[in-house]
């Protein structure tokens, strides 16, 4: 087996502290599989940047890494007030229709949406949470409420409408111009914030190319509403624990996080939990025994992949929160219960051709004690079929396409490597059997368990598996 071969992946978020090429070199041979680019806090100069030197050390070190573009989204902000005001339980404000306000209780809240959408009774989260007040009256353009929590107000905090669906897409404008350029610059995945519903996700995909693949972000309530059919549009899940921790009662989210899970599992598609996983280590060497127990937990249930935020992006040690993470998940899949519970986590297989082959490759592998399963594929679907049912062995995805082989990156246990045309399948498994044996994948004896679909290059045509013994 590949040394340091980890079935969980890490997706890391580029910024001030590792955007150097000699960086993000250091983070990918530490353990980092894709990377995430924050549209919240970039310039547009970084957005190349970002790509391009990533690309540097995908070309150098002869792997596949991913890239994923988080877009901002409609995040609301309060206006300008002149000075922090204070506010206590009981008192009444005033949030006013405009960019800046001088005047004691009342908060400008330059967003005509939220007048037009917010009801009476609605909570109001400022913040990230610490301030709550309730809507007592809608006007036109002011809305009365009354504190709940009380605390410190500033300019420009963040404003989160649990239980109010806003009457918009999710898709701003400005997100449909950084969507232009990372298709462009050749992303991988397009992380869609603040999802409410399933027509988000069919507006950013009537602007997507077909080779650029959708991740949802579950982080409002209303989304948890249509989870199936968003899983279902969409081509992988976040659950951004963030926001979503705001918007529910904190209590409730480690549920969903495992309803989450489930329903991505479930449909086959990657899902990724990310926020504060391992925060301590913004400006810690080590986490917290909590934050390791969090880590532990998202590997456990069987997420593809975990995420690292500020940690990577502006911490002090970027490089030892990507090598906890690593060790980490290394830790969790020698469990000796970690298989069984994945498997006893699995519901039923859909009822398709490819699925039951991915069943079936599973259990061959398992029966004939082969330490690997490969997938041939010009989309990847074969190895996320394959990934659903979470075999023991590796699962080693070969592909011509060199995008197929980044959007896999971020899938549970593919090992993929972009291997040249072949005219026919014969020459195929010639090819792999050779890059097995070098890499020590597999030995003279082993068998190796092959799933396929033919003709070769006819995309979703997963119908082929068999077996072949290492001479």
């Not at 009662?249 to 449909?267: L, T």
């Not at 810690?284 to 590997?299: L, N, Q």
């Not at 979703?460 to 072949?468: E, Y």
């Amino acid at each position: 087996m590949i040394k340091n071969y980890r079935k969980t992946k890490i997706l890391a978020t580029i910024g001030p502290s590792s955007e150097k090429i000699t960086k993000i070199e250091k983070l990918i041979l530490s353990g980092v599989d894709a990377f995430r680019i924050n549209c919240s806090h970039i310039a547009d100069f970084q957005f190349k940047n970002y790509i391009e030197n990533i690309r540097k050390v995908e070309k150098k070190l002869k792997k596949p890494i991913g890239i994923l573009i988080d877009l901002q989204g409609p995040k609301l902000r309060i206006g300008e007030i002149e000075n922090n005001m204070p506010l206590k339980r009981g008192q009444k404000l005033l949030l006013i229709n405009n960019k800046k306000s001088s005047k004691p209780n009342e908060v400008p809240l330059p967003e005509e949406k939220v007048f037009k959408s917010v009801k009476v009774n609605h909570p109001i989260f400022i913040d990230d949470g610490k301030i709550k007040l309730k809507v007592l009256k809608v006007y036109k353009n002011i809305i009365e409420t009354k504190v709940i929590s009380e605390g410190i107000l500033k300019s420009k905090k963040g404003i989160n409408l649990p239980e109010t669906v806003l009457k918009n897409s999710a898709l701003t404008s400005a997100d449909k111009k950084n969507v232009k350029k990372a298709i462009e610059l050749g992303v991988d995945w397009i992380a869609l914030s603040f999802i409410q519903s399933p027509e988000d996700i069919k507006d950013l995909r009537k602007i997507c190319k077909k080779n650029v693949s959708i991740m949802a972000k579950i982080e409002k309530p209303t989304a948890l509403n249509h989870i199936n059919k968003i899983t279902e549009l969409a081509d992988g899940l976040m659950i951004a624990r963030g926001d979503l921790g705001v918007e529910l009662p904190i209590q409730d989210v480690p549920s969903w996080q495992k309803r989450i899970i489930r329903e991505a599992r479930m449909q086959g598609k990657p899902v990724v939990v990310s926020t504060q996983m391992l925060e301590s280590m913004i400006t810690s060497k080590t986490p917290t025994r909590a934050e390791v127990s969090d880590v532990a937990t998202a590997v456990f249930e069987g997420s593809d992949a975990v995420m690292l935020s500020a940690e990577s992006a502006i911490g002090d040690n970027p490089e030892l929160a990507v090598k906890m993470m690593d060790k980490i998940a290394h830790s969790v899949e020698k469990n000796p219960n970690y298989s069984s519970i994945l498997l006893a986590q699995l519901e039923e297989t859909p009822d398709s051709t490819p699925d039951a082959i991915a069943t079936a490759s599973r259990t061959l592998a398992t029966e004939l004690n082969s330490p690997v399963i490969v997938c041939y594929t010009e989309s990847g679907s074969t190895g996320i079929k394959v990934s659903r049912v979470r075999p023991k062995q590796m699962i080693l995805t070969v592909t011509p396409i060199v995008e197929t082989a980044r959007k896999l990156t971020l899938v549970w246990g593919v090992k993929c490597i972009v291997q040249k045309d072949a005219n026919n399948l014969e020459e195929m498994i010639k090819m792999t059997k050779a890059y097995s044996k070098k890499e020590k994948i597999i030995k003279k004896g082993e068998k190796m368990v092959i799933t396929a679909g033919l003709p070769l290059k006819k995309l979703g045509t997963t119908n082929l598996i068999r077996v072949i013994k290492i001479d």
